[in-house]
């Protein structure tokens, strides 16, 4: 006999509903590449390179943004169908996956394990933070200045990681010493039993700090962030002939006074004011500040605390910071742009970016931790059977490496020379001319916002793949310089503040302290407003680094 309902009939829209939430991944990687189709059958019956081109764009950009299959495998699409399309050999389709841009950023990534290998983060954190002070406000500036900074030398990605613990120890003391309140109320913000309590707003406070701080700082330099690297490399790939270098010391020129310095004060204020009661005394806020104010002996004591248990610098720490030092210094005077650098004196043949990067990282794993063996090599024995540990471990390496972003970096720049080629990236930018009838100001501020708007939904690496061409090709028909159609949204890209899928950080802070989007996402409004206001300005202050800027080059009339 038949159970009740078994032979009832499930509703058609149910039904539909039930089969597109199982495994959508699968029926939307079928489903795009068939609704653009009609681009590769023109480009195949035609015989026009450009569509068969724009077929293999258009999909990337689907899968990238819709994240159908990983981020990482779309990302090696061009090794297959650049070669099936007749676009480029495969040789030289895999040649740009590890490009002198792509070894940099490897390099940087390792750098910046090396810090956290030996722990250098953590003392300069620590130390940080005990000589600007422990208040609240104090407490908040040292954690969004210190993150900002190591945020230049090594991932945003990074930097929030490594930050996420200190302020959680930070906030737990704070909280078993009735400082101020930590985390909000079952009434203010339900949770499900068993889900640990939301933060309070000035906790939520500490972790968007951090976030953003990471985020803007990574703007500052060329390694401090993918979006950037992928920036110069699409712009090298390009534009070889461009007369303007991308160096190291320039984009800091750049983007430190105001991307950096600037943005990162307002965002402190923009935090200051809407999560801690800044100009709101009497406030149920800014009165727990206060509370929080006469109990920072409580904070300070914890971060000595913390800082004594670090000990001296170790041996390890001061070879490190050394080697980072070198790194840096190497970068600056390869080829500091006002005087000759090594890299002029040495270039028998062209030396990039990244043979700076990777001497350091060479010496990495040649030094030892410590050099206590040198009294055994006078000595009698007997002598230590112990072998030295290396500054930094290929293992640790290994393990902690993303190296799936080297295919995402790579995957960009084979696309952006597959359009170059194909004449997809001309067509593109003839398109666009309709644009060279607004004034210069309307269309750098219109791409700067496409790009805010953009990366807000997807990831910025991804996105930066597929804005900068066109932006790139969209320069060269309106005869603006490309750097001022390119630059500015690169960076706009990587200030995404809404999203936890729009840049690692979100997704860190989100993760780990239990952050509900939607306070994400009102967090971002005031940060983004001052980012696009910011870039604007800067755009002016670029006409004085790249003076040059200013007019369309000669170089770029044939590229």
Known sequence: MAEPGENEKIPAKRSLGKCCSFHWRGKASLLMPLLTLPLLIHGILEEEPAFRCMYLVSNMALFWITEAIPLYLTSLFPVVFLPLFNILSSERVCKLYFSDT??????GLIIALAIEYSNLHQRIAMKTILIVGCSPRRLHFGLVMVTCFISLWISNSAATAMMCPIVKAVLSELHSQNIFTVFKTQEEEPMEEGDPPHPSTISMAFYFGIAYASTIGGCGTLIGTGTNLTFKGLYDTRFPKSATSIDFPIFMAYAVPLVVIVNVLLLYFSLQITHMGLFRGK???GQEVKRGTMGQDVVKTVIK????ELGPMTCHEIQVTLLFILMVVLLFTRKPGFVPGWGDFLNAQKIGSGPPVWLPVIMLFALPT????????????PF?????DALLSWVYIHKNTPWGLCFLLGGGFALAEGSKVSGMAKMLGDSLGFASKMPNIV???????????CTAFSSNVAICNILIPIFSE???AIKMHPLKLTLPPSLAISMAYHLPVSTPPNAIISGYAGIKTKYLA???ILPTIWAFVILMLNSQWGKIIFPESSQFPDWAKNS
Do not use: W
Not at 443 to 453: A, H, K, N, P
């Open 283 to 285: 406030s149920v806020t």
């Open 370 to 381: 410590q050099y206590k063996f040198f009294k055994y090599c006078c000595g009698n024995p």
């Open 522 to 524: 009102m967090a971002g």
């Open 102 to 107: 792509v070894v940099m950023f490897i390099g």
């Open 384 to 388: 230590t059977g112990q072998s030295m």
């Open 443 to 453: 269309v750098e501020g219109m791409c700067i916002f496409i790009g805010l708007f």
């Open 305 to 308: 605390a913390r800082h004594a």
């Open 474 to 476: 969209m320069a060269l």
